[in-house]
């Protein structure tokens, strides 16, 4: 069964006013949002999501719902664990708390933008070639591997080339102006370290949808499945980076569940490269029946499972662990932004020092130190 093309263009038009409307909502009023307003948005996206799968189970099949769920729970995962490192980029270059709404959003929308283009491709190459499934399994259960022995190491951010381009070729202002990309002073127009930070969020996204979206393309060949997955599972990211602040850290066994997850849907997915038995230069080849093909409902079934446990055996584990900022090892402080500041004003993520400009708190959600977990290991793979 196909999608209908009504349902397609009404879901894309909703969800391009639903993150208008919240772009616009954040811009009129910079702050930083309560445990209480953040919990809610969170609560509305995630409700928002499971109506969505009941309303693609109503319009088309249960394939396509169950396809969906199990996507955006994969996705939804990953995303908790890339904001590891979206604390870190916060305190990197010093964002004032009220305004990390703003740019947590706009790094989201050049995300989605960027990921869209990454699933159109993917969805082409695959289309035309079965067997790069082969490589997009391997390339998984290598990412799994990594997760598990490179845990317990610190998380980190290191800035990529464009980034670092950005910051060379760009007039920039030393400091923030409010929420700003671009402002005038002394005649010239100067852009702001806003929108580097704009930037290094949503290139940062990227290199972490090289292994998301392979790992839901796993689950669905429909893009149209793949994109609303993404979309649903990083609207409710930003609300989410608010509400979880130093809960974040006694993640411990996150990385440990994803590498499960992402291990399980790679064998998936070269179990259905060998079902298919499609080579280059082979020619046409017959399926090869004998072989089992992991049905979706199974894959949903253990990311549940998979999530719960980690989920819970990390709370567990660090139960009466503090989460607020006396707690922390240190308030993870960066350099300038501008990176033409002084030596005294730096200090590395690892350190105490923290710092306080006027404009708000520079450090990520509830001021801590970013515990052990695997989004460094994922970002910084050989293919990133």
């Known amino acids: 069964m196909e999608l209908p093309v009504w349902f397609e263009v009404a879901t894309f038009v909703g969800l391009t006013v639903l993150l208008l409307a919240d772009l616009a909502i954040v811009a009129r009023r910079p702050h930083e949002p309560s445990m209480k307003e ?3 948005w969170v609560a509305f996206y995630v409700a928002l999501a499971l109506l969505f799968g009941v309303v693609l189970l109503a319009v088309t099949n249960g394939e396509f719902a169950t396809e969906f769920y199990a996507g955006w729970l994969t996705e939804y995962s990953l995303s908790v664990d890339n904001l590891f490192v979206f604390v870190i980029i916060m305190a990197r270059f010093k964002v004032p708390r009220k305004y990390q709404q703003e740019a947590l959003m706009v790094g989201i929308i050049i995300a989605l933008v960027l990921r869209g283009i990454f699933i159109l491709l993917g969805a082409a190459v695959i289309e035309r070639f079965v067997w790069v499934f082969y490589l997009f399994g391997i390339f998984l259960v290598y990412t799994a591997i990594n997760l598990v022995r490179h845990r317990g190491e610190e998380d980190d951010y290191e800035e990529n080339a464009f980034i670092r ?15 700003k990309i671009r402002v005038i002073e002394g005649g010239a127009r100067l852009w702001t370290p806003m929108i580097v930070v704009f930037l290094a969020l949503g290139t940062t996204d990227l290199l972490f949808a090289l292994d998301s979206i392979p790992a839901i393309f796993g ?9 609303t997955a993404n979309v649903f599972a990083l609207m409710g990211l930003r609300q989410l980076y608010f509400l979880l602040g130093g809960l974040l850290k006694r993640l411990v066994y996150l990385s440990l569940g994803l ?5 399980f849907i790679g064998v998936k997915l070269i179990l259905e490269a060998v079902h298919e038995n499609q080579l280059p230069f082979a020619g046409h080849r017959e399926p090869l029946e004998n072989v089992p093909a992991i049905p979706t409902w199974l894959s949903l ?21 503090l989460t607020d900022a006396d707690s922390a090892v240190g308030d993870q402080v960066g350099p300038d932004p501008t990176g033409v500041g002084s030596e005294a004003g730096r200090s590395s993520l690892a350190s105490g020092n923290g710092a306080d400009d006027g404009a708000g708190d520079a450090r990520g959600p509830g001021s801590t130190a970013v515990g052990t977990q695997g989004a460094a290991d994922r970002a910084h793979r050989p293919a990133g």
């Open 38 to 40: 953040a919990g809610l």
């Open 165 to 179: 381009r950005m910051r060379k070729v760009l007039p920039m202002t030393e400091d923030f102006r409010g929420s």
């Open 219 to 227: 689950l669905t060949r429909e893009p149209f499945i793949v994109f």
């Open 259 to 263: 590498a499960v997850i992402l291990a």
């Open 301 to 321: 079934t253990v990311i549940l499972v998979v999530l719960v446990v980690a989920t819970v055996a990390s709370l567990l584990k660090t139960r009466g662990q």
